[in-house]
C-alpha cells in the first residue's frame, strides 16, 4: 500500500489565533461575532471539531451539542470575570454526564473568548435551547460550514 503523502497539521497558537481573527472577512456583524465566539472558545476550552460543531447543520440536538444554556458567566455577564461552558457530549465522556470547562476572561486580548461569547449573546438574541454558534442563516455551525472554510491571509 505504501505511505501517502500528508500536509503537516501545525498548532493554532495565539499569535497564529491572532492573525485568523485579523485576516477572516464576513458578510455582516453577526457572521463575525460568530466566528470570533466559535473560534475563541474552542482555542480557549481546548474543544474537538465535534464538540462545537454539528456534523450537518440539520442534525443539531440540544442533549449532545453546545446551546446557550451550556454558558454561564461568573459571576455575571455584565462583569464576568470566566465563564463555565458545559459540554453536554465529549469523545472523553463517556457515560454523557457531560464536561464543566471554566475559561478564564482575558479584558482586551483579541483571543478572549469570554467577551467574544459576552458580545453574540448581548447582540443576537436567542432562547437558552437554541445553538451556541450559528451560520449566517441561523443554522447551528457545522464543520463544513463556510463560515470555517473562508480564505484568510495569514
Do not use: W
Request: hydrophobic residues 35%; contains cysteine.
Amino acid at each position: 500500500m505504501g505511505e501517502c503523502e500528508r500536509s503537516p497539521k501545525l498548532p493554532i497558537t495565539r499569535d497564529v489565533l491572532t492573525s485568523i481573527l485579523t485576516s477572516a472577512s464576513h458578510s455582516n456583524l453577526s457572521s463575525r461575532l460568530n466566528f470570533e465566539a466559535a473560534t475563541t472558545t474552542a482555542f480557549s476550552g481546548f474543544l474537538r471539531c465535534g464538540e462545537f460543531t454539528t456534523h450537518s447543520s440539520r442534525n443539531f440536538d440540544p442533549s449532545t451539542h453546545l446551546t446557550r444554556s451550556s454558558v454561564q458567566f461568573v459571576p455575571s455577564i455584565i462583569a464576568p470575570s470566566h465563564m463555565v461552558l458545559t459540554v453536554p457530549a465529549s469523545k472523553t465522556d463517556t457515560f454523557r454526564k457531560g464536561i464543566a470547562i471554566t475559561i478564564a476572561s482575558a479584558p482586551g486580548a483579541r483571543t478572549c473568548a469570554v467577551t467574544a461569547l459576552k458580545s453574540v449573546f448581548e447582540y443576537i438574541e436567542r432562547p437558552p435551547e437554541s445553538p451556541l454558534f450559528t451560520q449566517d442563516d441561523g443554522t447551528p455551525l457545522s464543520r463544513n460550514s463556510e463560515l470555517l472554510h473562508r480564505p484568510a491571509q495569514i
